[in-house]
């Protein structure tokens, strides 16, 4: 069976000074805390016989990487696909600016100068596909905490990637196996495009197809429904006819419940990942 154990890497500075950071070429430390963090992180995969260790252009993610597996021979690799979230003009911010910047703005919006959450959700996928690609049975994969929420909850079907599973830990090992991975790329792709594709995509996932739209010119009169025959003449429907009426109703309530949530989500903006980068959540 493969194995992908999935970790986020070890607390940084950043992570103290509550700051962002999307840019592989800035250089973040490990704390001291975070260094007895990746420690532990190789005490946990110690008995694991790993193939290889993936780890993404971050130096967080390499320094982790190499504290954990200090003394194993365990090759190394960068996968640039599971970088953080590019986040253009707001590196090196505070949090407050990150998070009010997201406030007004949904995932498919571009951070200035930066990517958008669901284009870094479909990089994601790509990355996922890639260590897929590979021939190595059991990989170490150091990265970010929202590749691996996102991993994680679309692994387990979710119709939101920010959830049920949101805050990680740091440095603390996630289990997945090439089908979990599968259906993690698989389920990314699914979510982001179904919104990019359609504004059918509601809170249970695509909705699908869109019912045709009810042509129907029947009006409810006392004692039952009435419908028009063709030559206008008012007459009593008979069971079918009540029933088709029904599924028109049903119809076009979905669409206006569409139509709602479509607008809802103008003003709104669509949740996005309550997501600190590299700083601790509330």
Not at 13 to 31: A, Y
Not at 38 to 44: M, P, S, T, Y
Not at 79 to 99: A, C, K, Q, T
Not at 256 to 275: F, I, K, N, P
Request: net charge negative; hydrophobic share 35%; aromatic share 4%.
């Amino acid at each position: 069976m493969r194995l992908f154990v999935t970790a986020r890497h070890a607390e940084s500075t950043l992570n103290i000074e509550r700051r962002v950071n999307g840019d592989p070429s800035v250089d973040v430390p490990l704390t001291d805390d975070g260094r007895e963090e990746a420690r532990q992180l190789g005490i946990q995969v110690a008995n694991v016989p790993l193939d290889l260790c993936v780890h993404t252009r971050f130096g967080r993610t390499l320094d982790t990487a190499a504290i954990a597996l200090a003394g194993r021979d365990v090759p190394m690799t960068v996968e640039p696909l599971l970088d953080d979230i590019d986040v253009g003009e707001l590196d090196g911010r505070s949090i407050d600016d990150y998070r009010a910047w997201k406030r007004g703005h949904s995932r498919s919006d571009s951070f200035p100068g930066g990517e958008s959450l669901d284009d870094a959700a479909l990089r994601y996928a790509r990355g996922f596909q890639a260590l897929l690609a590979r021939r190595e049975e059991r990989v170490l994969v150091v990265c970010h905490e929202i590749p691996l929420r996102y991993a994680l909850n679309a692994a387990g079907g979710s119709d939101d990637l920010d959830g049920p599973v949101h805050q990680l830990r740091n440095a603390t090992p996630y289990l997945l196996d090439e089908p979990a991975l599968e259906r993690a790329a698989a389920r990314i792709e699914e979510l982001v495009c179904g919104r990019e594709d359609s504004n059918l995509q509601g809170p249970r996932g695509p909705a699908g197809p869109k019912p045709a739209a009810s042509t129907s010119s029947a009006t409810p009169a006392l004692g039952g429904s009435r419908i028009e025959t063709r030559g206008n003449e008012p007459a009593m429907a008979t069971p079918e006819d009540r029933e088709r009426e029904s599924r028109e109703s049903d119809e076009t309530k979905f669409d206006e419940a569409v139509e709602r949530e479509s607008e809802e989500r103008e003003q709104l903006g669509e949740r996005v990942a309550d997501d600190d980068l590299e700083v601790e959540q509330d």
